[in-house]
């Protein structure tokens, strides 16, 4: 049986990304260019100048990562490429570049949701994972709970009904003065602290997420005591916010009768939720799968993967493809 090689391009937020992934399990290069210390100063990503950014370096990346996979452009089975949700001016950088180097190498041309990228990154860790599988997307811009279906089937369960958990992350961090990204600053001032604090977590009946009420609360109690103890404060917030992702993800694993809980996304490198779903699954006696570091992060390969099984099941995009900033999983 013929390899298949899938370019992946990926431009959804401020990582410029390009990578070779073989039949959708082997990376043979994922190139990324991070804007973290360019947003740094802004204390946010300001789309602008993401966008201007990916314009930049998107050919720089693409060339490095076919010299990476030392490969050249003729080796290439399809291109994949973000098409959203994401930032539409940082989206339109990278599906205007797929579709000229589509026309340009006459290659195919297939559409990725960046969701759905997420869950892929998994496949790239975990050569054996399969579906089916409950999967909790955890990210700046997201937070899904999701029945995995197969490659392709995906039926949602619930997500935030406000702030994404990342974005909470972020704000939470931006208050207590440790600036911007959030999530790895919260996860490591939280070591040092205690959660002793109370704050409110919200659980409804369904399986949906509310991340608003706790990040508040948090912004409130720092307004009210500006020398309350940032780190137990962290602690505290991490505990909250953990506690409903797992409670949510057992009542799911029971409604399902899964055996198998997978994390996506940048807030999956959080080291408290790690071992609290570590907990969770020895409980449960169930798995539980994260992807590597480099593969939680938004990047190209996740992209790739995800694009070799959208391109097996026949799914092609031609020169009409649009980015979709509000695009939903499954559509």
Same mark, same amino acid.
């Given at each position: 049986?013929?390899?298949?090689?899938?370019?992946?391009?990926?431009?959804?937020?401020?990582?410029?990304?390009?990578?070779?992934?073989?039949?959708?399990?082997?990376?043979?290069?994922?190139?990324?260019?991070?804007?973290?210390?360019?947003?740094?100063?802004?204390?946010?990503?300001?789309?602008?100048?993401?966008?201007?950014?990916?314009?930049?370096?998107?050919?720089?990346?693409?060339?490095?990562?076919?010299? &990476?996979?030392?490969?050249?452009? @003729?080796?290439? /089975?399809?291109? %994949?490429?973000?098409? +959203?949700? #994401?930032?539409? *001016?940082?989206?339109?950088?990278?599906?205007?570049?797929?579709?000229?180097?589509?026309?340009?190498?006459?290659?195919?041309?297939?559409?990725?949701?960046?969701?759905?990228?997420?869950?892929?990154?998994?496949?790239?860790?975990?050569?054996?994972?399969?579906?089916?599988?409950?999967?909790?997307?955890?990210?700046?811009?997201?937070?899904?709970?999701?029945?995995?279906?197969?490659?392709?089937?995906?039926?949602?369960?619930?997500?935030? &009904?406000?702030?994404?958990?990342? @974005?909470?992350? /972020?704000?939470? %961090?931006?208050?207590? +003065?440790? #600036?911007?990204? *959030?999530?790895?600053?919260?996860?490591?001032?939280?070591?040092?602290?205690?959660?002793?604090?109370?704050?409110?977590?919200?659980?409804?009946?369904?399986?949906?997420?509310?991340?608003?009420?706790?990040?508040?609360?948090?912004?409130?109690?720092?307004?009210?005591?500006?020398?309350?103890?940032?780190?137990?404060?962290?602690?505290?917030?991490?505990?909250?916010?953990?506690?409903?992702?797992?409670?949510?993800?057992?009542?799911?694993? &029971?409604?399902?009768?899964?055996?198998?809980?997978?994390?996506?996304?940048?807030?999956?490198?959080?080291?408290?939720?790690?071992?609290?779903?570590?907990?969770?699954?020895?409980?449960?006696?169930?798995?539980?799968?994260?992807?590597?570091?480099?593969?939680?992060?938004?990047?190209?390969?996740?992209?790739?993967?995800?694009?070799?099984?959208?391109?097996?099941?026949?799914?092609?995009?031609?020169?009409?493809?649009?980015?979709?900033?509000?695009?939903?999983?499954?559509?």
């Amino acid at each position: 049986m013929k390899d298949i090689l899938i370019m992946g391009i990926e431009s959804s937020c401020d990582e410029t990304s390009v990578s070779i992934v073989k039949n959708g399990r082997e990376v043979l290069s994922n190139v990324i260019n991070s804007q973290i210390k360019i947003h740094e100063e802004y204390g946010g990503v300001v789309p602008e100048i993401a966008s201007r950014c990916h314009t930049e370096v998107i050919n720089i990346i693409m060339k490095q990562a076919l010299e &990476k996979a030392q490969i050249t452009l @003729e080796n290439i /089975d399809a291109i %994949a490429v973000t098409q +959203g949700p #994401g930032l539409v *001016g940082a989206l339109l950088v990278g599906v205007s570049y797929a579709k000229g180097l589509s026309y340009a190498i006459n290659k195919p041309l297939v559409a990725v949701n960046h969701i759905e990228g997420h869950i892929a990154g998994n496949y790239l860790t975990y050569k054996d994972l399969k579906p089916p599988f409950i999967c909790l997307i955890i990210s700046g811009g997201h937070t899904h709970l999701v029945n995995v279906k197969s490659y392709n089937d995906f039926e949602i369960l619930g997500k935030t &009904k406000d702030d994404a958990i990342g @974005e909470a992350f /972020d704000k939470v %961090a931006r208050v207590v +003065g440790l #600036g911007y990204p *959030g999530g790895p600053k919260v996860d490591n001032l939280a070591k040092n602290g205690k959660p002793n604090i109370k704050l409110p977590v919200t659980h409804f009946e369904n399986l949906d997420f509310s991340f608003s009420g706790i990040k508040t609360a948090v912004i409130n109690l720092n307004h009210k005591n500006p020398n309350i103890n940032k780190a137990d404060l962290c602690a505290s917030f991490q505990t909250a916010v953990t506690e409903m992702l797992t409670t949510n993800v057992r009542k799911a694993v &029971k409604l399902y009768n899964s055996n198998k809980i997978v994390i996506a996304g940048g807030v999956s490198r959080n080291s408290f939720i790690r071992k609290s779903f570590d907990d969770l699954a020895k409980e449960l006696k169930i798995k539980v799968y994260y992807p590597e570091p480099i593969l939680c992060t938004d990047n190209a390969a996740m992209i790739a993967s995800a694009g070799y099984y959208n391109f097996i099941n026949g799914e092609r995009a031609d020169l009409t493809l649009n980015a979709i900033p509000n695009l939903k999983i499954g559509d």
